[in-house]
Every structure is written in structure tokens, then in C-alpha cells.
């Protein structure tokens, strides 16, 4: 018996209103770079260049730097360019080097953090975007991709928390104490 081959529906025509792009964040100026819990988030492309299928981030992690353990009910895909950390999956810490490739998977408890004395640098991609735009809500305008945020004192950091756990949930994201 022959089977026939499946019909799959033609691809939609190119969108001429959607852009290339091409992000340099040591040399464009255009890039937000964001200070956040003492790391430096460079935002390379946005949910609004993929119409929302996607956002990239260029992530400065210092010695001793990263987030504290959270979770969200979107992809974040992690490539280390630079250095070595620590990868907090579901309670398993796992070390990562620089060519690595980390994926958690949505909604899954998880913290990274730079155990080593060198600065880390990765990229994160979110799936669906919308990361970015969270981090801009907490963060804080820096000059340059590797600027450290400014220091908080302890007003500034419990401002900066109750902000960012109003914030969470709009940006399906659950703030922990324990990845």
C-alpha cells in the first residue's frame, strides 16, 4: 500500500515590516544596558524584533553574582561565552563552563550563580519574550555592557524587592527562596 505524502500548509510570505537585526553590545550605543541584583543585562534583541517569539540577553555575572532562585512559565536557554558558574536545577547544582548550553525548562526552579573570581559572561534567551521587559521595570540604566549597577543600601534593596515581587507575577514570574 502506498502512503501519500502529508500536506503541510505553505509558509506565510516574508513580512516586510520586520527588520534584521544586529546587536554589538561593546559598540552600540543604541543597547540598554540594565543593572540588576549586581549583575549587568544588556538586551540584544527584543520581544518586539520577534514579534514576541523570542528576546536575547547579553548577562555580565561578577564573582559572587546572579539571581536568586526563581522560576516562570517561559523557556530560558542559557549559552556561556565566558568563565564558569554554578546552575541550580530543581535543588541539583550543577557547574557550567564557558561552551555550554543550559535550558530550563519552563516553570522548572532554578538559580544561577558565579561561584568563581572572574566575571561570567552568557547569553539568555527567553521563549516567549518578555523577560526583557521585566528586567527594565526593576533594573537600572547602566553606561556599558560590563558597568556594575549601582550599590543598594538597606532602604534601596527592600524598595528594590517589594518592587520586584509586585512585578513578578505580571512578567509570570514567581520570585523563591530555594531553587
Given at each position: 500500500?502506498?502512503?501519500?505524502?502529508?500536506?503541510?500548509?505553505?509558509?506565510?510570505?516574508?513580512?516586510?515590516?520586520?527588520?534584521?537585526?544586529?546587536?554589538?553590545?561593546?559598540?552600540?550605543?543604541?543597547?540598554?544596558?540594565?543593572?540588576?541584583?549586581?549583575?549587568?543585562?544588556?538586551?540584544?534583541?527584543?520581544?518586539?524584533?520577534t514579534n514576541?517569539?523570542?528576546?536575547?540577553?547579553?548577562?555580565?555575572?561578577?564573582?559572587?553574582?546572579?539571581p536568586a532562585?526563581?522560576?516562570?512559565?517561559?523557556?530560558?536557554?542559557?549559552?556561556?561565552?565566558?568563565?564558569?558558574?554554578?546552575?541550580?536545577?530543581?535543588?541539583?547544582?550543577?557547574?557550567?563552563?564557558?561552551?555550554?548550553?543550559?535550558?530550563?525548562?519552563?516553570?522548572?526552579?532554578?538559580?544561577?550563580?558565579?561561584?568563581?573570581?572572574?566575571?561570567?559572561?552568557?547569553?539568555?534567551?527567553?521563549?516567549?519574550?518578555?523577560?526583557?521587559?521585566?528586567?527594565?521595570?526593576?533594573?537600572?540604566?547602566?553606561?556599558?555592557?560590563?558597568?556594575?549597577?549601582?550599590?543598594?543600601?538597606?532602604?534601596?534593596?527592600?524598595?528594590?524587592m517589594e518592587?520586584?515581587?509586585?512585578?513578578?507575577?505580571?512578567?509570570?514570574?514567581?520570585?523563591?527562596?530555594?531553587?
Amino acid at each position: 500500500m502506498f502512503e501519500s505524502t502529508p500536506q503541510y500548509p505553505p509558509l506565510p510570505a516574508d513580512d516586510l515590516q520586520r527588520n534584521l537585526t544586529i546587536a554589538q553590545p561593546d559598540k552600540d550605543q543604541t543597547l540598554q544596558h540594565i543593572g540588576l541584583v549586581g549583575d549587568t543585562y544588556t538586551l540584544t534583541v527584543s520581544g518586539n524584533e520577534t514579534n514576541g517569539r523570542f528576546c536575547v540577553i547579553d548577562m555580565h555575572i561578577p564573582p559572587d553574582g546572579g539571581p536568586a532562585p526563581h522560576r516562570h512559565d517561559f523557556e530560558e536557554t542559557f549559552i556561556l561565552l565566558e568563565g564558569e558558574m554554578n546552575a541550580t536545577f530543581r535543588g541539583k547544582k550543577s557547574v557550567v563552563r564557558a561552551g555550554d548550553t543550559v535550558n530550563i525548562p519552563a516553570n522548572a526552579p532554578h538559580q544561577f550563580h558565579n561561584a568563581s573570581s572572574k566575571p561570567v559572561r552568557l547569553l539568555c534567551i527567553c521563549s516567549p519574550s518578555g523577560q526583557e521587559d521585566f528586567f527594565k521595570q526593576v533594573g537600572t540604566p547602566v553606561a556599558t555592557r560590563t558597568t556594575a549597577p549601582p550599590k543598594l543600601d538597606a532602604e534601596q534593596q527592600q524598595q528594590f524587592m517589594e518592587k520586584a515581587k509586585a512585578l513578578a507575577p505580571k512578567y509570570r514570574t514567581e520570585l523563591l527562596t530555594e531553587a
